[in-house]
């Protein structure tokens, strides 16, 4: 008698993620939320020095050209100064939610108020 064989189906819940222009990444869904975005932190500790340092420096111009940098590059790095502390910490600490890419961020017009950023970013906010 023929051995009778059992398919079956198994779902597991991954997702895609691209980074950068090229790069790929699987991971599990339960993985990607309490892992740090590390573009996007990198950002963040960036844009942060280079506040301090154009402050230092009384202008921009000179700050940029001293380190050799794109002036497109820094204001567009620039503009994570303005999240609010919420954001700045779910960053930090891994709680961000990781289908938000640095390009998302720096690439699209992000409310002053910190409401909104959070009600766009984090999904929550003050109403």
Same mark, same amino acid.
């Given at each position: 008698?023929? =051995? =009778?064989?059992? @398919?079956?189906?198994?779902?597991?819940?991954?997702?895609?993620?691209?980074?950068?222009? *090229?790069?790929? $990444?699987?991971?599990? /869904?339960?993985d990607s939320q309490k892992?740090?975005?590390? %573009?996007?932190?990198? *950002?963040?500790?960036? *844009?942060?020095?280079? =506040?301090?340092?154009?402050?230092?420096?009384?202008?921009?111009?000179?700050?940029?050209?001293?380190?050799?940098?794109?002036? *497109?590059?820094?204001?567009?790095?620039?503009?994570?100064?303005? @999240?609010?502390p919420k954001i700045k $910490?779910?960053?930090?600490?891994?709680?961000? %939610?990781?289908?938000? @890419? @640095? /390009?998302?961020?720096?690439?699209?017009?992000?409310?002053?108020?910190?409401?909104? /950023?959070?009600?766009?970013?984090?999904?929550?906010?003050?109403?």
């Amino acid at each position: 008698m023929p =051995e =009778e064989k059992i @398919l079956r189906e198994v779902f597991i819940p991954i997702k895609i993620v691209k980074r950068g222009s *090229a790069k790929s $990444k699987i991971m599990h /869904q339960n993985d990607s939320q309490k892992k740090l975005n590390r %573009p996007l932190l990198r *950002a963040l500790a960036k *844009a942060y020095r280079w =506040e301090n340092g154009i402050r230092d420096f009384g202008r921009a111009d000179w700050y940029i050209n001293k380190n050799k940098l794109s002036k *497109a590059y820094v204001r567009r790095l620039l503009k994570l100064n303005n @999240l609010s502390p919420k954001i700045k $910490k779910a960053i930090v600490t891994g709680d961000f %939610p990781r289908d938000i @890419l @640095l /390009q998302d961020i720096v690439f699209s017009e992000i409310s002053l108020l910190w409401s909104e /950023q959070e009600r766009k970013l984090l999904g929550r906010g003050e109403k």
